[in-house]
Structure formats: structure tokens, C-alpha cells
């Protein structure tokens, strides 16, 4: 307690300016890099299937699909093919019409904040009436 008492007095005695900091002032420049992304929000609605459609041998339908990006002219769409349930799939919305079977798909797309692809399935002979996966599934890449 009594060195206590000792130190305290030796702080009292000190002249003020030594217990103040010094300060100062600098300028900081800060930069920042925003890389390229892109974000495709879509409905995953399943596709019904009726008995109809099989008899018909395609089903057509339609999807939304909201593109968000900061690189517009570099914006591909990658269409790939989920095995099953067609033979292949016409596409329409796109700058020309597409037709895809067994491979994927990539097309350079001017950017379109929302679009809106029309699909023409063609049944495979195995199909059967149900609630399937849309047998196309959509990506959006910069390149």
C-alpha cells in the first residue's frame, strides 16, 4: 500500500505536458476493387407431366429468370441438359432459337435484367405422367 502511495505522488509531481500524447494528422488514400458477378434468380417450380403430354410426345414451358450483374457485356448463359425425362429441348427467348440434346449450351447474352425462356419438351419413350425438375438447368457466367 505504501508503494502505492509513492508512485502516485511521483505521477502527481510530473509536469502536465509530459503526461499528454503527441498527435497527428496524415492523409490515407484507400482504393477498392469490385470483381465481375452475376447473380440468376429464377422459379424452380417443378414440370407436371400429364398423361396427355406423353401421348402428345412434348410439353411445352416457360421460365423467368432475373439477371443481376456489374459486367453486362461479358455475361454468358450456360444451358445444361439433365438427362431422363426428354430426347431434346427446343429454346426460344434467346437471340435465335436453340435446340439441345445431349450437350451443353453456352450463349453470349446482351444483358436483359429479366428474361424469360420458352422450352419445348420433347418426351423421351420412357417418360411417365409426375412432377419432374425442369430438364434444363440455366447458369449465367462472366467470361
Do not use: K
Request: charged letters at 20%; glycine letters at 4%; zero cysteines.
Amino acid at each position: 500500500m505504501r508503494s502505492l502511495w509513492l508512485a502516485l505522488a511521483l505521477i502527481a509531481t510530473l509536469p502536465l505536458d509530459a503526461a499528454r500524447a503527441d498527435s497527428a494528422t496524415a492523409l490515407l488514400q484507400v482504393s477498392a476493387q469490385v470483381l465481375p458477378h452475376v447473380r440468376l434468380q429464377s422459379d424452380d417450380s417443378p414440370v407436371a407431366i400429364s398423361a396427355a403430354d406423353i401421348q402428345r410426345g412434348y410439353r411445352d414451358v416457360s421460365r423467368r429468370y432475373t439477371v443481376v450483374t456489374n459486367e453486362p457485356e461479358r455475361l454468358v448463359l450456360q444451358l445444361n441438359p439433365r438427362v431422363g425425362l426428354t430426347d431434346r429441348v427446343d429454346i426460344a427467348g434467346l437471340r435465335a432459337p436453340l435446340q439441345m440434346a445431349e450437350a451443353s449450351l453456352e450463349v453470349a447474352q446482351p444483358h436483359a435484367r429479366n428474361l424469360t425462356l420458352r422450352y419445348r419438351l420433347w418426351l423421351s419413350a420412357g417418360a411417365s405422367p409426375g412432377e419432374y425438375s425442369l430438364p434444363v438447368q440455366v447458369a449465367a457466367l462472366i467470361r
